[in-house]
């Protein structure tokens, strides 16, 4: 992978922001658009702007082939069995709210468990508190080892007959923990429980292979894998998808509507309701194919060199601390020694970086790492050698500032 | 501007110094305002506690954790109104207010001290939320006790 002609297909990385050359380090948060992505959406709404599945003119055919050719592209990405297992959503978060509203409340009761890590994002720690809330099931936390990561003992001491949702973080947003989430589904199944990744730091950087990982539900969203925002994908296995009621009622869900009952349309549009997200979802479809052509395996080995060369580098800094485990995703998550994250980021975006600082949406892990917050660097398939060697004189430029200013 | 004056605009000695050695952090003993705040997007949160005597505020001490910005502005709030009426109070919190946007204030007597060193993050509209935190609790804890 040639990463400069990478670069050169990414219209906005060619800016100046404050005066210095962008440096772009907040994927994780959300990644930045190729040419082909943002052409593909002007081409759907300058041609063939139209209602999907009712229009019987030429451009509501053209509108449904776009939007149902993107389903089919999702389904080829992740290897899903058939497309009706890919429901297009606004993201992982709403992915996940409906796998805990319908799945859960159907099948949690008082007395079960549902196991998640201290790692999770938000996204994957409300629902299930809000769905233990409701039915009175106890939420479990896997524990964390020392350097982030999970076990498998721990998984299966924590993992029990009780428990009928396992739900984990495929890479972690702040640790770059890559989890076993392969080993963790069989752990779940041989309980009786169902498996739901949170897969929305892993479709954008590795090969996903649902099948493979024989994951029940695996969620994920498309702003951060070059798509527009908006756009989201549920995976679900068929049999549990077919056994799930609707969270939400009205427009492309709908079959009959009679006075007092109604029936839903089959899968996957059952969950569909409302005009779905039609230029996100071509857009998706656009980056989907743009992804394959640089190649996921690619993309993962570039993604790690340069965590592990910022590592190394970052390293020699005094007073850096790094958290997160020595086998990891493309994300560096740090402190440096007393100037707070936020004012590290703001001094960086001085110089043309952009870096993430906060709590990254992952409040206890943060209580668990001992913080109030951290900075994170965080790479994809457009990042270089040099994006890193700019981020990591910035850092060093940032520590000298404001250790002046303190002495 | 270049990266150095940047910093030089929104960093001020005197922020630092606030930052570095809080005027006013701890805890109030006996019947006090009490107020948390916390700003979800970034997590910086604070305590404020302050004794209302009188129509005045006859102490101010906060705690909390966030950036430089927040904890500095926390210390000049706490330093500034110790004294004033609460009327006069949430008066200067709306000049702090219009300060951050950047306006033209008439402080019409009141004695903003260290608080101006913080006019610079009117010119960084992301890191004003950070510089009103404080300002916010302290509005609420008013609020509140009237």
Redesign the interface.
């Known amino acids: 992978m040639n990463v400069l002609d990478v670069r050169r297909q990414f219209p906005i990385l060619d800016q100046e922001v404050n005066g210095h050359r962008l440096v772009y380090l907040d994927s994780a948060a959300t990644s930045q658009k190729p040419i082909q992505v943002i052409e593909a959406v002007e081409d759907y709404y300058k041609r063939y702007n139209s209602n999907v599945h009712r229009g019987v003119h030429t451009l509501g055919s053209m509108a449904t082939d776009g939007y149902e050719g993107a389903r089919d592209k999702v389904k080829a990405f992740i290897n899903a069995n058939s497309t009706k297992e890919v429901v297009f959503l606004r993201g992982t978060t709403t992915a996940i709210n409906l796998i805990a509203s319908s799945y859960g409340r159907a099948n949690v009761q008082e007395g079960d468990e549902i196991v998640i890590t201290p790692m999770e994002h938000h996204s994957n720690i409300i629902p299930w508190q809000q769905l233990a809330k409701a039915t009175g099931a106890t939420l479990k936390y896997i524990p964390l080892q020392p350097d982030g990561t999970i076990t498998l003992e721990d998984a299966r001491e924590t993992i029990t007959e009780k428990t009928k949702i396992v739900s984990v973080m495929h890479v972690s947003n702040v640790l770059g923990t890559i989890n076993p989430v392969k080993e963790l589904a069989q752990i779940a199944h041989q309980h009786g429980a169902v498996m739901v990744v949170d897969g929305a730091q892993s479709v954008p950087h590795m090969n996903v292979d649902v099948q493979d990982l024989d994951a029940d539900f695996y969620a994920f969203s498309g702003h951060k894998m070059c798509a527009p925002t908006g756009i989201g994908v549920l995976y679900g296995k068929q049999q549990l998808l077919e056994r799930m009621e609707p969270v939400e009622f009205g427009g492309e869900m709908i079959d009959f509507v009679g006075l007092q009952d109604s029936t839903w349309k089959e899968l996957p549009w059952k969950f569909e309701g409302g005009t779905p997200i039609i230029a996100g979802a071509i857009g998706l479809g656009a980056a989907i194919d743009f992804l394959k052509d640089v190649g996921l395996d690619n993309i993962k080995a570039h993604e790690q060199k340069l965590a592990a060369y910022a590592i190394e580098q970052m390293r020699q800094i005094d007073g850096v601390d790094i958290y997160g485990p020595e086998k990891r995703a493309g994300v560096v998550t740090f402190n440096c020694d007393d100037v707070h994250p936020h004012d590290l980021a703001t001094s960086l975006d001085f110089e043309g970086i952009a870096v993430r600082a906060g709590h990254h949406c992952a409040q206890p892990l943060m209580k668990w790492l001992d913080v109030t917050a951290t900075a994170r660097a965080s790479f994809y398939l457009y990042n270089t050698e040099e994006d890193v060697d700019v981020f990591v004189k910035g850092l060093k430029k940032t520590k000298e500032y404001f250790g002046d200013v303190f002495s | 501007?270049?990266?150095?004056n940047?910093?030089d605009t929104?960093?001020r000695?005197v922020i630092?110094d606030h930052y570095?050695n809080p005027r006013n952090r701890g805890e109030l003993e006996g019947d006090t305002l009490t107020v948390d705040m916390n700003n979800p997007?970034?997590?910086?949160?604070i305590q404020l506690q302050m004794r209302v005597e009188d129509g005045k505020i006859a102490e101010a001490k906060f705690n909390g954790?966030?950036?430089?910005?927040s904890m500095s502005s926390a210390s000049m709030m706490t330093q500034a109104v110790k004294g004033l009426s609460t009327d006069d109070a949430l008066r200067m919190s709306s000049l702090f207010s219009d300060m951050m946007l950047g306006k033209e204030i008439d402080t019409d007597g009141l004695d903003l001290g260290d608080i101006e060193a913080l006019s610079g993050v009117a010119k960084?509209p992301?890191?004003i939320k950070?510089a009103t935190l404080a300002w916010k609790a302290m509005e609420q804890g008013i609020d509140e006790k009237q």
């Open positions: 501007m270049s990266s150095a940047q910093l929104l960093y000695q630092m570095k997007t970034c997590g910086d949160r954790e966030g950036c430089s910005i960084f992301a890191r950070c």
